[in-house]
């Protein structure tokens, strides 16, 4: 997994194998959310 902090947010990423293909998954999360928040 993959962290990028930018002035609106932070984007994360992870990338897996599904049915033999790789696949990308991001998510978007709000400056606002505080740190050590759990994400589900």
């Known amino acids: 997994m993959r962290c990028s902090g930018f002035r609106n947010g932070m984007l994360l990423s992870a990338l897996h194998k ?23």
């Open 18 to 40: 599904k049915d033999g293909e790789e696949v990308l998954n991001l998510l978007m999360v709000d400056p606002h959310i505080p740190a050590g928040a759990k994400l589900y």
